[in-house]
């Protein structure tokens, strides 16, 4: 049973925007933390944002003031906005889900950001 699921990926310039959204079930979003990574090629998987259940925010010090983490908790959902984009910040990007009171660790299939110069 899918868990999670991303939406919102896609190829844009640089400097320009995208929002990406994770759609989870009720017991998941009501329970868990919730992340952002991301995977560039060739490159280990990195951080990206965290939103605990308290609301609590965290971000890479590479997109701190560029991508916002928010969520609607009337519709299960998760979302990094993401500004000024930059080639580097080409990757798949995961919304994952875990915490102490979350029923286990989950993650998305991944959606692929691609940001051409």
């Known amino acids: 049973q899918v868990q999670l699921v991303e939406s919102g990926g896609g190829s844009v310039q640089a400097g320009g925007s995208l929002k990406l959204s994770c759609a989870a079930s009720?017991?998941?979003?009501?329970?868990?933390?919730m992340t952002w990574y991301r995977r560039a090629p060739g490159k280990e998987r990195e951080l990206v944002s965290t939103i605990t259940s308290d609301g609590t925010t965290t971000y890479a010090d590479s997109v701190k003031g560029r991508f916002t983490i928010s969520q609607d908790n009337a519709k299960n959902t998760l979302y990094l906005h993401m500004n000024s984009l930059k080639t580097e910040d080409t990757a798949v990007y995961y919304c994952?889900?875990?915490?102490?009171?979350?029923?286990?660790?989950?993650w998305g299939q991944g959606t692929q950001v691609t940001v051409s110069s």
């Open positions: 994952a889900a875990a915490g102490p009171w979350c029923p286990g660790d989950y």
């Open positions: 009720r017991d998941i979003f009501n329970n868990c933390g």
